[in-house]
């Protein structure tokens, strides 16, 4: 149960820098050719990044505070 838990949290902490890697590629046309994301998905994407840095930096608060 342990693993199963600090998997979640090493998954959760390694997100975030793969997400924000991934939306500066996505918006990119020269990297996604015709179908690069559109404002709403970037909009939302970039919502997403904002919101799982927030979690993470809460997280760590709470262990490390």
Known sequence: ???LYWSAVINGVVAVPIMA???LLAGKPEV???LPVRRKT???GWASVVLMTAA???MLRDVFG
């Open 42 to 44: 970037r909009t939302l």
């Open 32 to 34: 996604m050719g015709l």
């Open 1 to 3: 149960m342990k693993a």
């Open 21 to 23: 890697a991934m939306m």
């Open 56 to 58: 993470v930096g809460m």
